[in-house]
Nanobody, 123 residues
Framework: VQLQASGGGLAQAGGSLRLSCAASGRSFKVMGWFRQAPGKGREFVSAIGESAGYTAYGDSVKGRFTTSRDNAENTVYLSMNNLKTEDTAVYYC???????????????????WGQGTQVTVSS
């Protein structure tokens, strides 16, 4: 089982980026995004359940970020708009194991992790 994140890079404040996370080896009901800035803990960004309308967002990104999924491609996306310098971090995709279709904001509930992709937002 592997989660492969991509799409990070450099953006200006107010700009946009789109991250992708492709899962291989199995499918997952719940997948999420977390981020970690230098010197800080891992922060919940968003998660999506089995259906497209079942989503959750961290307070700091609500209204700016949107998560979606393509079940046929076993891929989840994070569309990031109106980026701020404080969005700079390494972004990780994660997936909950088992058959639970319940979103969690806790990183400890996700047993599968991608390698992380750097997002840098300049002012």
């Amino acid at each position: 089982v592997q989660l492969q994140a991509s799409g990070g890079g450099l953006a200006q404040a107010g700009g946009s980026l789109r991250l992708s996370c492709a899962a291989s080896g199995r499918s997952f009901k719940v997948m999420g995004w977390f981020r970690q800035a230098p010197g800080k803990g891992r922060e919940f960004v968003s998660a999506i359940g089995e259906s497209a309308g079942y989503t959750a967002y961290g307070d700091s990104v609500k209204g700016r970020f949107t998560t979606s999924r393509d079940n046929a491609e076993n891929t989840v996306y994070l569309s990031m708009n109106n980026l701020k310098t404080e969005d700079t971090a390494v972004y990780y995709c994660a997936a909950r194991g088992g058959l639970v279709n319940i979103i969690s904001r806790s990183a400890s509930q996700y047993g599968y992790w991608g390698q992380g992709t750097q997002v840098t937002v300049s002012s």
